[in-house]
């Protein structure tokens, strides 16, 4: 196994690093690292992998990760790469995003043995504090001139729509605040986050020098763009979730499965944990054959595995050959509607599935046809089918027709659908 730091080089995972001598820090021996995450949904999204594979790589590497969600941080909102400030959570809220959050971050840590993973939250000292107490015990230690020059700080004030609250500039001392506790709890000396988390990262570092005597690490990962210049992790119906309810894994496979081939080889080495040799084998493959889409695939398989599990990775795949003409059986309802969202579709009456019905009468009141007669003749000459089977031309529909509890899906050609639903 090479050195972390050249681990994370080579995977384009390292952007700034507070100390040159950190790789060698990181080697001589085992180090406590955390990184923050937000609580402002139930559920983290891809943006929020980096920092969380970043933990996963140190833990690899001998180190121990904490996991610090932002129940107290959260109340405020970081300021940072935000153009205006954010809606405040009330507690109910809060406290449902952080159990939620929670659940998720267990899937990709080891928490067990000495070294195991810490999960934490920071309202467990942050809400303890005075604000007397604090004024008097963190805010001495920073200057008004300093803060104002951060860039989040300085873009918002130079905004006269928006501005900037004094409850968001204090941000920073807070987040400082979580590493001066770390430290003092934990013997934590190393927090790693997305490259607009540096100032923040600064702060603590220079606080514990203070409070401390003693010396403290940042690193930062790059924030993801596409190679277009355009934000990575949206799409035309939203953010790509880390829930399966907010995103299925079907759209989650179909997320990295459609991205583009100047950003797979990136992707590949960022957001895996494939060897060099496979990926670059990958890489090579790609441009040799690009149209085979091998790294492609390749990538949605690992990601998909590594957020939502191996069962749920292989009914994707089942999902999106369906799309292509490929075997129904075994995809549920939810699966089938996520599949075909976007196709025409049509309810029925249950009852017409014990009432002799023939395929194309149906087909035709449902508009797939404008006549029997175009609908006969597009199944004699083998053009329709249900469930990706052919459909015969005296067929009638029964519950053997559904390939799901409530569901059939019709085919005219090669990819015009629709769905019936049997309700």
Same mark, same amino acid.
Request: aromatic share 8%; proline share 3%; net charge negative.
């Given at each position: 196994?090479?050195?972390?730091?050249?681990?994370?080089?080579?995977?384009?995972?390292?952007?700034?690093?507070?100390?040159?001598?950190?790789?060698?820090?990181?080697?001589?021996?085992?180090?406590?690292?955390?990184?923050?995450?937000?609580?402002?949904?139930?559920?983290?999204?891809?943006?929020?992998?980096?920092?969380?594979?970043?933990?996963?790589?140190?833990?690899?590497?001998?180190?121990?990760?904490?996991?610090?969600?932002?129940?107290?941080?959260?109340?405020?909102?970081?300021?940072?790469?935000?153009?205006?400030?954010?809606?405040?959570?009330?507690?109910?809220?809060?406290?449902?995003?952080?159990?939620?959050?929670?659940?998720?971050?267990?899937?990709?840590?080891?928490?067990?043995?000495?070294?195991?993973?810490?999960?934490?939250?920071?309202?467990?000292?942050?809400?303890?504090?005075?604000?007397?107490?604090?004024?008097?015990?963190?805010?001495?230690?920073?200057?008004?001139?300093?803060?104002?020059?951060?860039?989040?700080?300085?873009?918002?004030?130079?905004?006269?729509?928006?501005?900037?609250?004094?409850?968001?500039?204090?941000?920073?001392?807070?987040?400082?605040?979580?590493?001066?506790?770390?430290?003092?709890?934990?013997?934590?000396?190393?927090?790693?986050?997305?490259?607009?988390?540096?100032?923040?990262?600064?702060?603590?570092?220079?606080?514990?020098?203070?409070?401390?005597?003693?010396?403290?690490?940042?690193?930062?990962?790059?924030?993801?763009?596409?190679?277009?210049?355009?934000?990575?992790?949206?799409?035309?119906?939203?953010?790509?979730?880390?829930?399966?309810?907010?995103?299925?894994?079907?759209?989650?496979?179909?997320?990295?499965?459609?991205?583009?081939?100047?950003?797979?080889?990136?992707?590949?080495?960022?957001?895996?944990?494939?060897?060099?040799?496979?990926?670059?084998?990958?890489?090579?493959?790609?441009?040799?054959?690009?149209?085979?889409?091998?790294?492609?695939?390749?990538?949605?398989?690992?990601?998909?595995?590594?957020?939502?599990?191996?069962?749920?990775?292989?009914?994707?795949?089942?999902?999106?050959? !369906?799309?292509?003409?490929?075997?129904?059986?075994?995809?549920?309802?939810?699966?089938?509607?996520?599949?075909?969202?976007?196709?025409?579709?049509?309810?029925?009456?249950?009852?017409?599935?014990?009432?002799?019905?023939?395929?194309?009468?149906?087909?035709?009141?449902?508009?797939?046809?404008?006549?029997?007669?175009?609908?006969?003749?597009?199944?004699?000459?083998?053009?329709?089918?249900?469930?990706?089977?052919?459909?015969?031309?005296? !067929?009638?529909?029964?519950?053997?027709?559904?390939?799901?509890?409530?569901? !059939?899906?019709?085919?005219?050609?090669?990819?015009?659908?629709?769905?019936?639903?049997?309700?």
């Amino acid at each position: 196994m090479q050195p972390l730091i050249d681990e994370l080089k080579w995977r384009g995972l390292l952007h700034q690093c507070t100390h040159d001598d950190l790789g060698d820090v990181l080697e001589k021996e085992s180090q406590t690292v955390y990184a923050g995450f937000d609580p402002t949904a139930d559920s983290l999204h891809i943006g929020s992998l980096l920092p969380i594979i970043g933990l996963m790589h140190f833990q690899r590497h001998g180190h121990r990760p904490i996991a610090l969600v932002g129940g107290g941080t959260g109340m405020i909102g970081d300021p940072s790469g935000k153009s205006e400030e954010r809606q405040l959570l009330d507690d109910d809220a809060l406290r449902a995003n952080v159990a939620g959050i929670r659940i998720q971050l267990e899937r990709f840590l080891d928490f067990d043995g000495d070294r195991g993973a810490l999960l934490l939250n920071n309202a467990d000292w942050l809400a303890q504090f005075t604000l007397v107490e604090f004024l008097r015990d963190i805010g001495k230690h920073f200057s008004v001139n300093a803060m104002l020059m951060k860039d989040s700080v300085r873009t918002r004030l130079e905004d006269r729509d928006h501005g900037i609250s004094f409850t968001e500039f204090s941000y920073s001392l807070l987040q400082a605040c979580d590493f001066l506790q770390l430290y003092r709890d934990q013997g934590c000396q190393v927090q790693i986050g997305g490259s607009d988390q540096w100032g923040n990262i600064v702060a603590g570092m220079d606080l514990i020098r203070r409070k401390e005597q003693a010396d403290a690490y940042g690193l930062t990962f790059p924030l993801v763009q596409k190679s277009d210049g355009t934000k990575f992790g949206k799409t035309e119906s939203g953010t790509i979730w880390l829930d399966a309810d907010r995103t299925s894994p079907y759209h989650f496979y179909q997320f990295w499965l459609n991205q583009s081939d100047a950003d797979v080889s990136r992707w590949l080495r960022a957001f895996t944990f494939l060897p060099r040799e496979k990926i670059e084998s990958l890489e090579q493959a790609l441009a040799d054959a690009p149209h085979e889409r091998v790294a492609h695939r390749k990538l949605a398989d690992e990601v998909t595995r590594m957020v939502h599990g191996d069962d749920a990775l292989q009914n994707a795949v089942r999902a999106s050959k !369906a799309m292509f003409g490929g075997d129904l059986n075994g995809l549920d309802d939810a699966t089938l509607e996520d599949v075909f969202s976007e196709v025409p579709s049509s309810t029925r009456p249950r009852t017409e599935l014990k009432d002799g019905r023939t395929v194309v009468e149906v087909l035709v009141e449902c508009g797939v046809f404008k006549s029997k007669g175009e609908a006969r003749r597009m199944i004699d000459s083998g053009g329709v089918y249900l469930n990706n089977d052919r459909v015969a031309l005296d !067929a009638t529909l029964t519950e053997s027709s559904l390939v799901s509890e409530h569901i !059939a899906v019709v085919r005219k050609g090669k990819k015009n659908y629709h769905l019936l639903r049997f309700e």
